[in-house]
């Protein structure tokens, strides 16, 4: 699962994944929520090569639902069940996309409570979270555009915090994923495997994330294990 996740650094983001530059202002993110607007990586035209930023909010709205406030609004989709659920199938086809990330959260359980922590890359870096999304326009109301994180098999960073994570893109398969066209079953399997592990770091945080409205950078600031009682969290 992925349920939080940060852009500590906007900073080159256009550049990174060679979109263009958005009309509107990015911000660094230290605690993204389901429901909330964050930027997501695009093709400009479906046939085309050029990307574009958009800014989507976090939990699925699929174009057909009539009422947007009844229907399910899934922030996640496994990767081994895309081509069986009705509501990925045709997504995953004709709307691939990549949510630029720098970090994510999970919680591990202990003993007296739940200690957070922040995962990321080694060297702090931008990647980017396989995604599908969608446009819903109601008959009376605003366009709205919303997407999902896949998520796979954990690797041996995430395991010790959750059964899933994140499907994370090698850098060298992003214009793969967002290129038009078909992928058959092989191709996505192949795509959405679990990110190296090497690559990546895990360390605990302050509990002030647990918070879904806070905000700022200590958040991703080394903590102490709740393992160590003398450390009552923030």
């Known amino acids: 699962m992925c349920g939080r996740f940060t852009i500590s650094f906007v900073i080159g983001l256009s550049e990174r994944f060679q979109a263009r530059i958005p009309s509107f202002d990015l911000i660094p993110r230290y605690n993204i929520a389901p429901s909330q607007e964050v930027p997501v990586v695009v093709r400009a035209h479906p046939d085309g090569a050029e990307n574009e930023i958009r800014m989507m909010r976090w939990g699925l709205v699929p ?8 229907s399910p609004k899934p922030i996640n989709a496994r990767a081994e069940t895309l081509f069986e659920k009705p509501m990925f199938r ?6 691939r996309c990549l949510v630029p990330a720098t970090g994510f959260f999970e919680w591990k359980k202990e003993a007296w409570g739940r200690t957070p922590y922040y995962i990321r890359m080694r060297d702090n870096s931008l990647f980017a979270f396989a995604g599908l999304f969608d446009t819903h326009q109601p008959p009376d109301g605003e366009e709205i555009s919303t997407f ?4 796979t098999e954990p690797n041996s960073v995430v395991s ?8 994370i893109l090698k850098a060298e398969d992003e214009e793969r994923w967002l290129s038009p066209g078909m992928l058959c079953s092989y191709e996505v399997s192949d795509l959405l495997q679990s990110y190296p592990a090497g690559r990546m770091e895990a360390y605990p945080v302050g509990k002030k994330v647990n918070t879904t409205n806070a905000e700022g950078e200590e958040l991703i600031r080394p903590g102490r294990s709740l393992y160590d009682r003398s450390w009552g969290g923030t």
């Open 63 to 70: 174009s057909l639902v009539k009422d947007p406030s009844r």
């Open 90 to 95: 045709e997504l995953l086809q004709k709307r």
């Open 148 to 151: 999902s994180i896949i998520t």
């Open 160 to 167: 010790p915090y959750h059964d899933r994570m994140p499907a």
